[in-house]
């Protein structure tokens, strides 16, 4: 089904370490000593005792890109912890050396909606139990979106009727290429309104002009600047630029960093078009809240060199 997915060392590449790791982690927490330097043995020791899940992540992405499969017996003890993150993280590590057990682990995980136990810092709200399941389940969907591989395909299909994990299985399909899906999807926006724009992204990424339309009305009818931003980023990752026109009224928007996301999604997909307007906001000295350190200008003259390079 999704013939140009990534190999699976290849996955963990690309996985590495950015998606995980939390926005609030100390960097202190991360070692001086790379992990590439390690002994497999030692890389080991660190996944065992690793005091975050995005710390873990990282280094089972090493256990895998080494591809040594005496670490499985010591893998397969730890996908049975009573964490439900770390057991997500030794699962991930199983499918990536070939246990099919991995997968089978993380698509139990992201069905299982039982209470379980609260962890210190992560139950929030009214009922942190229920959040609990909720951030566990979540973990354990955007692993099996980073597997490309078919088997994974289904259940994150069926993750499309789930409100509380449809738009991260709608970005993992849309990833992955699945244009197979583009049916489920589009019946998952009318679903639930709240994931539309997740629902839109997924369809550009597809190259189906419909999730296209979707983001360029966010852009244009969206009271919030941050979902304006993100659908803005959504154009940009679909490579498309048919709704240049909509990026560059972006250009124009009230809020700095809604200009200077349309500026990078310029430099990535504009066209000689766009120079024009590119070369007005090239005036524009704004800092914006955001994304400093980085001015509208400095994005907006990004911008123009990449056009002008590959117009050339």
Known sequence: MVRHALALLGMFAVLCPQWLVSQDAPKS???SQPLATLTTPELLSRFESAEFDWQQAEIGCQLVSRGDLSVLPRIEELSRVDDRKRRSNAAFVLDGLGDQRGLEILIAEVRDTKLRAVKPGEGRGNNPAAHQVI???Y???????????DPAIPTLVELLKDEQ?????AISLGRLGVRAAIPDILEMADRFPRHRDEAATALA????????????????TSEHYAVRCRAIDALRMSGSVKQQPALLKALEDP???VRVCAARALQAVGDSQALPSLRKAATDKTVPPWHAPTTVS??????IEAIEGRSK
């Open 139 to 149: 973990y354990a969907a955007q692993l099996l979106g980073h597997i490309g591989r």
């Open 165 to 169: 994990l449809a738009y991260v299985a």
């Open 298 to 303: 400095t994005e907006a003259i990004a911008a």
């Open 255 to 257: 809020h700095a960093n």
């Open 135 to 137: 951030a566990d389940r």
């Open 29 to 31: 927490a991360q070692s």
């Open 205 to 220: 990424m597809l190259g189906d002009d419909r999730g296209l339309d979707m983001l360029v009305k966010s852009i244009e």
